[in-house]
């Protein structure tokens, strides 16, 4: 069974950094995109960043590029994603989501498996 567990996030002012960490479990990282997604109160759910674990290639959307930095570890099946600079707008439950295997190139809308999210917010 696929299961994804976020954690790392929490309460942090604007300006400050957060790691959010997806531990995987159920597969084997090879063939999978990997991202995180987040939804803020009252938004549609939206895509933040993706990495292929074929080729480790990293997908960002505009509201990360610059500021956010995903990474895998394939030795302990763990996604991470760095940001920096937070902005009050960051503030939203974050989600990781996987689709494979046999899957290359970036993560589409509709991932296969999904965590439960984590809240993140930003505020002074």
């Known amino acids: 069974e696929v299961q994804l567990v976020e954690s790392g996030g929490g309460l942090v002012r604007p300006g400050e950094s957060l790691r959010l960490s997806c531990a995987a479990s159920?597969?084997?990282?090879?063939?999978?995109?990997i991202g995180w997604f987040r939804q803020a109160p009252g938004k549609e759910r939206e895509r933040v960043a993706c990495?292929?674990?074929?080729?480790?290639?990293?997908y960002y959307e505009n509201i990360a590029k610059g500021r956010f930095r995903i990474s895998s570890n394939h030795a302990k099946n763990t996604i991470t994603l760095f940001m920096s600079n937070l902005r009050p707008d960051d503030t939203a439950i974050y989600y990781c989501?996987?689709?494979?295997?046999?899957?290359?190139?970036?993560?589409?809308?509709?991932?296969?498996?999904w965590g439960k999210g984590i809240p993140v917010t930003v505020s002074s």
């Open positions: 989501a996987a689709i494979g295997p046999d899957w290359y190139g970036s993560c589409p809308d509709a991932m296969y498996y």
């Open positions: 159920g597969f084997t990282f090879g063939d999978y995109a």
């Open positions: 990495v292929s674990t074929t080729d480790d290639s990293r």
